[in-house]
């Protein structure tokens, strides 16, 4: 309690005391600074939020107002070109594509139409030869080396589409290499690779491998990420992106397999039951991927993972299985470990947690000699990532329990 210590203030030639708090007083005061201390930090939390949420916001802007402007100019080209078959205002038949590198809009008509020349057009294009330098300062080298052509003949559109098709897969090309680095390198490239999908969303959201890679990124996201609601959203968030994919790419095994992994984050936010009912989904998803995919090591480690969850169930998960299905789920140590050697078949040192888990199969099955030479091999291996760290920290745990 805080002590009693009168306090006199003077006023002219008396002193006035001030009243003394009471114990429920002083509670009741220590009450409502709590509650604005927790209010404080809600709001706190409520601000970087929106912070987050205003930064999302102002790329998708951005990317739209590129976009617009750069259809404008497109247009204005097509309204000045000399061609009368050519000056349609229509649009419909044109293909608006994005760069990855800039996020900028080209038009399969308008750079056909400024930078190609014909026979029958020679007088026309003398005449506009002059304003058609001064729009090539505002085109980008590569696009014009993309458009421009030998032959003084005009392409036909079919032609021109495949020019710009050609520009569009060389870009996202590109643009899904440096995601693959991002994802493969440490926690800031993560991140990085995460900003790097989202600032292109709008530019390439209808082709696939974008749109699986986008939700591996936020699957990286709530790996790395500390706060249990950021990491509930960046898994339900990614979660949406891939069904999204799956609803037009059910023969994509990448789909299915980060469907799969992101289903498996979620659900470490949600009941037993909920677990339980994902559980079935996962299995699902990651024996359509093997299915489509029989050579990716990473379908195999995920599988053996959860045969060795199925068969380390508690009693609490087996009597909700048995409740809630009329066939609860099923897997023994055997099947996991054979899960994992084929990971070792197809990649040997694939990662250092498969590795343990292959250790910890051994174990269970009282096969202690390849336990430890597993356990040796994982120890080779260095630790990249928040899971290799887990996993040396497991291989720690079982060396002191084989000491004692």
């Known amino acids: ?24 007083e002083q509670v009741d005061v220590l009450e409502r600074l709590d509650f604005v ?8 939390k409520e601000v970087e939020e929106l912070r987050n949420s205003l930064q999302h916001l102002a790329a998708e802007i951005v990317g739209e107002v590129r976009s617009h402007l750069e259809e ?32 900028t809009a080209n038009t399969d008509d308008g750079e056909s139409e400024g930078g190609y020349t014909t026979a029958n057009a020679e007088s026309d294009y003398d005449r506009e030869s002059e304003r058609e330098s001064e729009e090539e300062d505002e085109v980008s080298c590569e696009t014009v080396r993309t458009a421009r052509r030998d032959s003084l003949d005009l392409v ?14 060389e870009g996202l090309g590109q643009l899904l290499q440096e995601a693959d680095r991002l994802h493969s390198g440490d926690e800031q490239e993560k991140r990085e690779g995460f900003q790097l999908l989202l600032n292109n969303k709008l530019a390439y959201a209808d082709q696939k491998d974008f749109l699986w890679r986008l939700a591996r990124a936020h699957s990286d996201m709530c790996e790395i990420t500390e706060d249990t609601d950021e990491r509930r959203s960046y898994a339900a968030d990614g ?37 339980i009912q994902t559980g079935y989904v996962f299995k699902e998803h990651i024996d359509k991927a093997i299915e489509l995919k ?7 480690y995920l599988l053996g993972r959860w045969c060795y ?20 789920p099923t897997a023994t140590v055997q099947d996991a470990l054979q899960n994992f050697l084929r990971v070792e078949e197809l990649s040997p040192g694939f990662s250092k947690a498969g590795r343990v888990y292959i250790a910890k199969c051994y174990r269970d099955l009282g096969k202690n000699s390849a336990a430890v030479l597993w356990m040796n091999l ?4 260095p630790v990249n990532t928040k899971e290799d760290a887990e996993s040396e920290r497991e291989l720690e745990e079982m060396r002191s329990v084989r000491e004692d």
């Open 156 to 169: 036909n559109e079919d032609e021109t589409h495949l020019v710009f098709d050609s520009s569009l897969e």
């Open 239 to 275: 979660k949406e992106e891939i069904e999204i994919a799956l609803q037009k790419w059910d023969q994509s095994a990448e789909c299915h397999q980060w469907y799969a992994i992101l289903c498996g984050q979620l659900s470490e936010h949600e009941s037993i039951q909920k677990r």
């Open 378 to 381: 994982a120890s080779e291996l």
């Open 37 to 44: 201390l927790r209010n404080i930090s809600e709001l706190r």
């Open 1 to 24: 309690a805080v002590p009693r210590v009168p306090v006199s203030v003077e006023a002219g030639d008396a002193a006035v005391h001030t009243p003394l708090l009471t114990h429920d």
């Open 294 to 300: 029989p050579e990716d090591p990473k379908s195999y």
């Open 309 to 328: 969850q199925v068969a380390h169930l508690g009693w609490l998960e087996k009597k909700t299985a048995s409740a809630l299905f009329e066939a609860p």
């Open 72 to 103: 404008t100019q497109k247009v204005t080209r097509r309204r000045r070109f000399p061609f009368p078959r050519e000056r349609s205002d229509s649009t419909g038949s044109s293909s608006i594509y994005f760069t990855a590198s800039s996020g």
